[in-house]
């Protein structure tokens, strides 16, 4: 038994369960430490709540007390499970599948098919407890293992040379679709699963666009001089996602924006260099950079958000908990990667972002993005 098992066994029993069911998702990905299979994902995913996808699910784990792990899946997609035991059964057959499969009287279930999974244990036994499990291994998610760290890292790595290729093509009278293909492009040629979410490289020129067009970011808009561009961007390989963010800009940008970005990176390298291990805290980020931004004369363009939200974890999910805000209470621990995301908006002019995967080690915190901090006018 893998060490990821006995501690997922552990946490079934300290909750009184006899079962975990879940169905196409990041849970059933954890548990059966398969990342082959390609599930159906919802890029936004614990941002407000759990958003679960699937009506009917193609494959469904259920894991015993006892360490029995079972996969029902649909025969097209029966061998994406390399090292599990599997059982190939139609769509209209599974709910009779799993007659064979569940044991016990108190399951929990999933978010993804929830309405699913609850019927047809209703369905098999109606004695059957049916308990909400989708945030049960949260806290073990949150702690990544040596494989899962080398391919988030590997995954930070190619954002950064993917980024690096866009810049370094860009086309003055392009598009931001035109970017964004080209984007895409790359990372279809380079083997990426897909995107994260739906990417951003937003063309802001200065001058074109009122104050309250801030966020607004058309498709259609080209690439000219002095003009910001902003990029938010994620890609999945195996089953991890990524997530980056940065503000570079065409042209000679005034000095103003150009000293703004300059302070910025530098409140995010203050915050992950004054990270502790065990004693800071989760919710402290946000404020670490706010009051660096403010003490360097930028407090007035900070981006305000709510809940002092300055980001989130990320591994299987884009956002996994602990989410960054004030209403989170826990310590960074060795092993967690997080997304930090500080913005600055610059009224008319442009909106500023710099966002890093981190992970915590031992003794501190590395930024996995290694973009030049340097990097802006192109």
Known sequence: MSTRRERIIETMKNAGLDGLLFASGPNLQYVSECTKYFWQRNCMNNIGGVKGSHILPEAV???SIDNDCTIVAIPRIK?????CKVIASYFDQMEDTLSFVV?????GVGGDCQAWLTSALNNLDPEIEVVEAELLLKDLRKVKDEQEIAQLRKLAEFTDEAIMYVANHFVEGMTMAEAEDMLMRYGMEKGMDDFSFPPTIGFKTRGTFTPEQNYD???????????GIAFDIGFVKDGYCSDWGRTLYWGKAPE???QGYKVLQDAQVNMINSIIPYKTNVNETYKMITDYVKEHGYGDYFRIQKRGMNGHQIGID?????MLTDDENEPFIPGMVFCSEPKLMFPGEMYMRVEDMILITEDGAESLSKFPRDMFEL
Do not use: Q
């Not at 061998?79 to 090292?83: E, I, L």
């Not at 970011?217 to 003009?227: A, D, G, I, M």
């Open 79 to 83: 061998d994406d499970f390399p090292g």
């Open 318 to 322: 884009c956002h996994e908990f602990p």
């Open 103 to 107: 044991k016990g009287k108190k399951i």
């Open 61 to 63: 784990l259920f894991l």
């Open 256 to 258: 103003f924006i150009r």
């Open 217 to 227: 970011f058309p498709r259609t808009s080209k690439l000219l001089p002095n003009t």
